[in-house]
């Protein structure tokens, strides 16, 4: 099935079938692990539309067309990392051009636009995107790009894209959505006026916690031939296995993230009920400050939940030690329950000074809630918390 021809198809379809048909060679359903560098040419020039492995993959072919698909996109280029796209973005960049960003991005994404390409001459400037007048007080006559990451890593907090859209626009900068948190299943940025969609596949699209990856989604063919000619040019290609791995994610995608969403509000109203508790963010709960903004954009609030413990860091980390479901580990998206302390682990990156301008506290701890059985988390919580009291 192509992408071009399966706009009414509801999305649980697309995710299982788009980009992807029959092999003609075989029937084989699946979509061939082509382990492949070049192939062989008729003559000079003459050849299927493949000539070289890092300019052109069918297996990567089938997953570019089916993420483009999910997010609703006419374009998708695939990645060796999320790294590897957010960089791509960047490259496109020349040196003295400007990009307001938001500050509680993902602490990787801080790190490559601040000691590698403020290197090569692009000025960064962070602030609350929720905030319209920040953002708007933070653009130059050299601004190109604006970058945010809603819901946020890790506070969870909700920017508006429909209005930063309309601000990048009026500034004619382009407006780039790190849609990871969400995935396409909860929020297709394109539709909301974003130009640029990138994504740690890493995360939810793979979902099952055993692959890297990355993805860039738009529509503008202009900006996609720029980013297809910096995939050739730089190389940042997953590999035949990565994307069939990936294929295989995306196939459950719509059911995983049912669930997450289900199982996360529960863990958000005990968490929030709970004594010991002292603050819980997560955009589905009416106490969230981005809560309506989200209902205006998402169609559902996602697995990811931060919150304070009472006490001091030392209490939070016991905490998150003593989980026996909650896996102490860095990342999120999988299907199995993860734990973790941002201010030691994704987030170190960041100066403290400028975690805790962002609201990001030495106590704050980070849940990617699987797909277990919500009773089975809230318990595992409880019992860590209370473990966490005694020291034992
Ligand atoms: C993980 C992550 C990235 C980086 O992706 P990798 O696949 O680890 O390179 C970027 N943005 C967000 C929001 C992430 O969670």
Redesign the pocket.
């Known amino acids: 099935m192509s992408s071009s021809d399966d706009k009414d198809l509801g999305f649980s379809t697309r995710a299982v079938h788009a980009g992807q048909s029959p092999d003609p060679a075989t029937g084989a359903i699946m979509t061939p692990v082509y382990l492949t560098s070049t192939y062989v040419q008729e003559a000079p020039e003459k050849h299927k539309g493949f000539d070289y492995a890092r300019t052109v993959h069918p297996t990567r072919e089938a997953l570019q067309k089916n993420l483009a698909s999910l997010e609703g996109a006419a374009f998708g280029l695939c990645f060796a990392?999320?790294?590897a796209a957010?960089s791509t973005v960047i490259e496109a960049l020349s040196s003295g051009d400007h990009v307001v960003c938001g500050n509680d991005l993902?602490g990787?994404?801080y790190r490559v636009f601040t000691k590698v390409f403020a290197r090569f001459g692009v000025t960064f400037t962070f602030v609350d995107t929720t905030d319209l007048h920040a953002v708007e007080a933070a653009f130059t006559p050299q601004t190109k790009l604006v970058w945010i990451?809603t819901p946020s890593?890790p506070l969870l907090k909700i920017t508006d894209i429909r209005a930063i859209a309309k601000l990048a626009h009026a500034k004619k900068a382009k407006l780039v959505v790190?849609n990871?948190?969400a995935s396409p299943a909860l929020q297709r940025p394109l539709s909301l006026g974003a130009d640029v969609v990138v994504h740690?596949t890493?995360?939810y699209l793979g979902g099952h916690s055993d692959v890297?990856?990355?993805a860039i989604l738009v529509n503008d063919e202009a900006l996609h031939k720029e980013y297809k000619f910096l995939q050739n040019a730089v190389g940042a290609v997953p590999g035949p296995l990565d994307c069939f791995l990936l294929l295989r994610g995306t196939k459950t995608l719509a059911l995983r993230i049912e669930r997450h969403c289900q199982n996360a509000m529960i863990v958000a109203k005990h968490l929030l009920s709970h004594p010991e508790i002292a603050t819980v963010h997560y955009p589905g709960l009416p106490t969230h400050s981005g809560h309506e903004t989200a209902k205006g954009q998402m169609s559902g609030f996602g697995g990811m939940i931060s919150f304070e413990l009472k006490g001091d860091m030392e209490r939070a980390k016991r905490m998150i030690s003593s989980c026996e479901i909650f896996a102490l580990a860095e990342s999120?998206g999988g299907v199995e329950s993860l734990i973790g302390h941002p201010a030691s682990m994704t987030h170190g990156s960041i100066p403290r000074e400028e975690r805790l301008k962002a609201g990001l506290t030495d106590g704050l701890i980070r849940l990617s809630v699987g797909i277990e059985d919500a009773a089975d988390l809230t318990a595992d919580l409880d019992r860590a918390i209370n473990r966490s009291l005694t020291g034992k």
């Open positions: 990392s999320g790294m957010t993902y990787g994404t990451e890593n790190d990871t948190f740690s890493t995360k890297v990856g990355g999120l």
